[in-house]
């Protein structure tokens, strides 16, 4: 009796599967074909309201579709209920990048206290969102921030983050500029690990600064304040 059951189940799975995959494909071909110019999909995938699909492009940019393909939004898809973005969330999820993946040789550190909790930052000399970032952050201790130059804003940036680079000590030049106002003396060296991480951030979509990431993989993009700070750190080290 519990073989006839077990083939019963396995049946209708398989049923279910072919269904899935049969609207994935059908929502593939409709919105290739009357979208030419669309972006390649990388997934399809069923949202928790029913018969709206996740369309997924570019790794990490999410649209939403019916079963036919006959509409695209874009836009958040919010659970009311449960007072949760569900887009928002999705899209944090697939940003999140593995700490140990990110090219810490191309970054310098920042020691507090301890050291024993762990953070990376994307930032530009030039940006004053950073400044206040700076500053607030002086508040957090225990932790070792890898600071990586990423001059996006203008020439002037990547001038000044090659002085820092450069520097007999990058940190000091780096808080003194940030919190204290007080550029980096004019100084030359091998700057390519800043071209290297200007190409990383690219890749990875680090579109402003600053942009932070956590031992967890978390990626948080703004100033937050250290309040905000500790609550992330907290929530790595508890994962």
């Not at 991480?197 to 990431?213: A, E, L, M, S």
Request: glycine fraction near 4%.
């Amino acid at each position: 009796m519990k073989s006839v059951k077990s083939i019963i189940v396995l049946g209708l799975l398989a049923c279910s599967l072919s269904a899935a995959w049969a609207q994935e494909a059908t929502i593939r071909k409709n919105l290739a074909e009357r979208l030419p110019s669309f972006a390649k999909i990388d997934e399809v995938s069923k949202t928790p309201m029913n018969g709206l699909y996740e369309v997924r492009v570019n790794e990490s940019d999410i649209f939403y579709t019916d079963a036919e393909g006959n509409f695209l939004i874009q836009g958040n898809l919010i659970d009311v209920k449960a007072k949760r973005n569900l887009t928002e969330e999705r899209v944090e999820k697939l940003s999140a990048i593995d700490f140990d993946a990110l090219p810490l040789k191309d970054a310098f550190t920042v020691v507090r206290g301890n050291g024993k909790r762990k953070m990376a930052v994307f930032e530009d000399p030039n940006c004053g969102y950073c400044k206040r970032f700076e500053r607030d952050l002086q508040k957090v201790s225990d932790v070792t921030i890898y600071m990586f130059l990423y001059p996006i804003l203008s020439p002037d940036s990547t001038d000044k983050s090659k002085n820092i680079w450069c520097a007999k000590d990058k940190a000091k030049a780096w808080l003194d500029l940030m919190v204290r106002d007080q550029p980096a003396a004019k100084a030359s060296c091998d700057t390519a690990a800043i071209d290297r991480n200007i190409d990383f951030g690219r890749k990875h979509k680090i579109t402003g600064t600053p942009t932070v990431f956590f031992a967890d993989g978390s990626r948080v993009p703004g100033a937050i304040n250290a309040q905000q700070v500790e609550k992330q750190l907290s929530s790595a080290k508890a994962q």
